[in-house]
């Protein structure tokens, strides 16, 4: 069984950054995909952004884009979210996935077979 642990998050202002990680327990852990999602209390999980782990093409939901930047570490497998320029709306709990099939969705969490525990990003205004 794969773990997936993340890391990074806290309280910021407005404008200010952030940087989450999200490693494998396991070394040998190869996966597909990672994204990272968020959720707030009662709502869907959001699609934030994705990257594919061996091509390393990304994917960001429009209210990320510009902002925030995801990237991967192979020789780790560890995957970050820098998140810059945050805003009080990016307040919420972000969750890190891995998808290990290989035709799968990037962008929905259908398409993620690990999650992470989440951590808490808070933004104030």
């Known amino acids: 069984q794969v773990q997936l642990v993340e890391s990074g998050g806290g309280l910021v202002q407005a404008g200010g950054s952030l940087k989450l990680s999200c490693a494998a327990s396991r070394r040998t852990f190869s996966s597909i995909r990672m994204g990272w999602f968020r959720q707030a209390p009662g709502k869907e999980r959001e699609f934030v952004a994705a990257i594919n782990w061996s091509s390393g093409i990304t994917y960001y939901a429009d209210s990320v884009k510009g902002r925030f930047t995801i990237s991967r570490d192979n020789a780790k497998n560890t995957g970050y979210l820098q998140m810059n320029s945050l805003k009080p709306e990016d307040t919420t709990v972000y969750y890190c996935?891995?998808?290990?099939?290989?035709?799968?969705?990037?962008?929905?969490?259908?398409?993620?077979?690990?999650w992470g525990q989440g951590t808490q990003v808070t933004v104030s205004s």
């Open positions: 996935a891995a998808g290990v099939r290989l035709l799968a969705t990037m962008t929905s969490p259908s398409g993620y077979d690990y």
